[in-house]
């Protein structure tokens, strides 16, 4: 049983399309692809049935702290009981991110991402986790995006590169109160995000709370046109008091003083223009954050959950349908052990989907051992017939709900 670093147990592939797959494989009898596809309808139904029950317990341990909800509790919580329900919440959806074969980011993962900059098309931001009472960051799917910038110098130009980058960013935070966050953050709530294609070097940008940091260059160019303004103003207030002292006069220091005002209002505008300069600046690198963040923000909190708990449903239905498939098509009449199995899926997808995963075995023959359509002899696995597994499924289902005493 190979094992891979550079793959992931995810399945890219849509469920219908895997279907559709193993219908065309020649090894099916052709008088056997209605019960097969019969099959995967009731792996379908049976899976879709037990993952529904865990959107419940999920809406219900959100409820609490849905930020967006509309609805009341009849009996609002105690402390304590929010904070078991909190708890019972990020198990939940830890468990949840572990099924759609999401990896979880620990902190020492942020920091070392937060270490090298920003990217070319990202802004460098400084995150404070003492605005953080929970986080957790969840991704899948490393690679590589291409990204086009214009050109430093030959602004007609462009450039492509290619950008170390999360495919699926997930994060689920509850946030407490803090100076960062300003008087109207909602500290009681619980916030879910999901994101594509965030490239490594920008990780803190899906952060709250986190401050822009301008690039040396533009800081670099503020603080030198400052520092040159305030010292011309210093020198040029000097002089003048100097040379107006010198003058053996009734009311030179009064003359002074009206010399002095010129270059002070001077250097007191310059100030301003400064600090409104900055300000523009800022507004200009909140407005980049945003528009870089809006193509890649997926969706948000209840929508997160319900659209990751769709995607752990189809990941298990594939896992189920290709070891049960490949077991019942292409398994010699012994079976194979689970090595063996793990084995020929990925060369199954690899061979006819051009598919390179590492196929999470151990996971799929717990399925499809407790669904009752393969059966273990020893260290050998084996698919039960098409008819008979058809059988066992219908049973399960029929009998999800017992209500007939006849």
């Known amino acids: 049983m190979a094992e891979y670093e550079d793959r992931e147990h995810y399945i890219p592939l849509r469920k219908s399309d895997l279907v559709g797959l193993l219908l065309s494989d020649k090894k099916l009898p052709p008088d056997a692809r209605e019960d097969f596809k019969q099959f995967c309808k009731l792996i379908s139904a049976?899976?879709?049935?037990?993952?529904?029950?865990?959107?419940?317990?999920?809406?219900?341990?959100?409820?609490?702290?849905?930020?967006?909800?509309?609805?009341r509790p009849l009996k609002p919580l105690s402390l304590d009981q929010k904070e078991k329900r909190l708890d019972q919440l990020f198990a939940e959806f830890t468990s949840l991110m572990e099924r759609a074969n999401f990896k979880r980011l620990t902190k020492a993962d942020i920091e070392a991402a937060m270490e090298g900059g920003a990217s070319d098309w990202g802004i460098n931001m400084e995150v404070d986790f003492n605005v953080f009472e929970r986080l957790e960051l969840f991704m899948r799917g490393e690679g590589k995006v291409k990204r086009i910038k214009k050109h430093p110098f030959f602004f007609w130009k462009k450039t492509e590169k290619s950008v170390d980058s999360y495919g699926r960013l997930v994060l689920m935070l509850k946030l407490r109160p803090h100076k960062r966050l300003g008087p109207n953050a909602n500290t009681q709530g619980v916030y879910f995000k999901l994101f594509k294609d965030i490239p490594k070097l920008d990780l803190e940008m899906i952060l709250p709370g986190a401050r822009i940091q301008m690039p040396r260059g533009t800081k670099g160019k503020m603080g030198a046109s400052l520092l040159g303004t305030v010292g011309y103003g210093i020198y040029k207030v000097w002089f003048d008091i100097i040379t107006a002292a010198k003058m053996a006069v009734g009311g030179a220091l009064t003359f002074a003083g009206q010399a002095a005002l010129g270059p002070l209002v001077l250097l007191g505008g310059y100030g301003y223009k400064q600090y409104a300069g900055y300000q523009i600046t800022k507004q200009t690198y909140s407005k980049m954050l945003t528009e870089s963040l809006y193509y890649q923000n997926l969706d948000n909190n209840s929508g997160v959950l319900t659209q990751l708990l769709d995607e752990a449903e189809e990941q298990e239905c594939r896992e189920a349908i290709l070891a049960y498939f490949c077991l019942l098509e292409h398994a010699p009449p012994q079976g194979w052990t689970a090595p063996m199995l793990d084995d020929y899926v990925e060369m199954y997808l690899e061979g006819n989907a051009n598919l390179k995963v590492d196929f999470e075995i151990g996971d799929a023959l717990d399925k499809v051992e407790r669904l009752g359509v393969v059966e273990k002899q020893g260290e050998f696995y084996k698919a039960v017939p098409l008819p008979a597994a058809l059988e066992r499924l219908d049973y399960r289902w029929d009998n999800y709900f017992q209500y007939n005493k006849a």
Not at 59 to 65: M, V
């Open 46 to 71: 049976v899976f879709h049935f037990e993952y529904l029950e865990r959107l419940e317990r999920l809406k219900d341990s959100f409820a609490p702290f849905d930020p967006d909800s509309q609805t």
